[in-house]
């Protein structure tokens, strides 16, 4: 067997981890999420959940991949429980369901890189969306988007996985922080900021149960949680490493970046077409609202190239790590080349992607299908190995490398066996009552 590569430097791993964490999720979905769902209530609601049960979870797939060393499916095998390796399966099955129509997404982000610099969507930002969301245009920058992810990818760990990310993370932050910065001078801005940061604990209160599943969903999907992801990059990673370090470090900037982009988008549209907008809903409406923003403003151009490099960047740095789950188990289970593999399989999910360039509702299905079912189930195999199966295997893999003792380990492992799954059950069942409703309204097709 071919030796396997590994991370040039902690700092490489952080970076990819960060890098499959902050996507179109962050800057895209999150800021739209928050405004349709209350605003700083969602927000609230939204951080507990990535740090109760974000930051546990992410242990678990850290302990699984590290004592492994293998790709997800074949780490199970690794660690004596083959027989649960249906679990690491199953992530790679919601990865590439999730790149099929991500990437779908991500050529939009390309059409709106060239209608920044032309100025193609500033007389009519609907008429525009239109054109590029769907039909050929669509089914072309979907091609592109997806070509651009198989090549990174088939460059290997190290030299595309790891040199993407080191280059992209650092730009996505340098360019929020400018567009924050601008944004703060915008008439309007305080009100804002307001929305964001201002919550209504009756909001909350009033609206728990139909906000939880997409928080839940949205804490997921921004730190690449139930894909498998962080199984595989953590397979690549030393042995002395401290696992709540890196997982605390990956936590923090991911959110730190999805609260930044929130900084941009909300005095955005408080200061141009208004915040109603951007609580509509919809795929659709958020590449919209934030075009017509951009489209009302001097130096709409440069302004809207340069947000939407951002976009393009957050979503490679995720859809890299989505296509290599399982790109590492082929190559590593049948031999086959990871160029080969990556060029095969990326061709594969394009065309699994194709009908979400028919229409938008179907995009919406795919994402909801991921939200509010996969996702939660995808995580809750995941607590109920890591809480009841393997329980001390992976006890003593969290505290090597690290500082914080057993009395850490002892409580992660107890929160991942009760309050996890309890949760998780709670959200999942929510999620399938909704997602049901939308099938039986005839909302997705």
């Known amino acids: 067997m071919a030796q396997r590569e590994t991370w040039t430097s902690r700092i490489g791993f952080i970076f990819a981890a960060v890098g499959s964490a902050v996507g179109l999720g962050n800057i895209w979905s999150f800021p739209f999420q928050t405004a349709s769902n209350g605003g700083a209530a969602f927000l609230v609601v939204y951080l507990a959940a990535v ?47 999730t790149l099929a129509f991500y990437s779908v997404v991500g050529g939009w982000v390309l059409s709106y890189i060239l209608g920044s610099a032309t100025g193609a969507y500033f007389g009519d930002p609907t008429t525009f969306f239109g054109s590029v969301a769907e039909g050929p245009t669509a089914i072309g920058t979907h091609a592109v988007f997806m070509a651009l992810t198989i090549g990174i990818v088939a460059l290997g760990v ?23 910065v601008w944004a703060a001078t915008l008439d309007g801005a305080s009100a804002g900021y307001s929305y964001y940061l201002s919550p209504d604990f009756g909001v909350i209160v009033e609206n728990f149960w139909s906000i939880v599943p997409p928080a839940m969903g949205q804490a997921f999907f921004t730190l690449s949680l139930g894909f498998s992801v962080m199984i595989a990059y953590a397979s690549y990673l030393g042995r002395d490493d401290s696992l709540p370090a890196d997982g605390g470090a990956i936590v923090v900037v991911n959110t730190l970046i999805a609260l930044l982009a929130g900084f941009v988008v909300f005095p955005l549209l408080s200061s141009t077409i208004g915040l109603a907008e951007a609580g509509s809903g919809g795929a659709g409406t958020a590449f919209i609202a934030i075009a017509s923003g951009f489209g009302s403003l001097p130096a709409g151009e440069i302004l809207g190239i340069s947000f939407f490099v951002v976009l393009l960047f957050a979503a490679l740095s995720s859809s890299i790590s989505l296509l290599e789950v399982p790109v590492s188990y082929v190559s590593e289970n049948y031999g086959y080349g990871r160029s080969t593999t990556a060029v095969v399989l990326g061709l594969g999910i394009f065309l699994v992607g194709v009908p979400a360039t028919f229409g938008t509702t179907w ?37 090597r490398g690290s500082s914080l003792g057993s009395s850490f380990a002892t409580g992660w492992l107890w929160w991942v066996r009760v309050v996890i799954p309890i949760v998780l059950l709670m959200t999942l069942y929510l999620g399938i009552q909704s997602l049901s409703e939308g099938l039986s309204s005839g909302a997705y097709f």
């Open 158 to 180: 190290t030299d595309g996985i790891e040199r993407a990310t080191k280059f992209m993370i650092p730009a996505i932050i340098a360019l929020l922080v400018g567009l924050g």
């Open 363 to 399: 995009l919406d299905f795919y994402n909801d299908l991921v939200f509010e079912l996969l996702l939660p189930v995808a995580v809750l195999m995941l607590a109920i190995f890591a809480g009841w199966i393997a329980d001390t295997d992976l006890v003593d893999e969290l505290g």
């Open 51 to 97: 740090f109760l049960i974000g930051f546990p979870t992410m242990m678990i797939e850290f302990v699984i991949g590290r004592r492994g060393e293998r790709n997800p499916v074949e780490a199970f095998k690794q660690i004596g429980h083959g027989q649960w390796s249906f679990t690491g399966g199953f992530g790679l099955f919601c990865s590439l369901v």
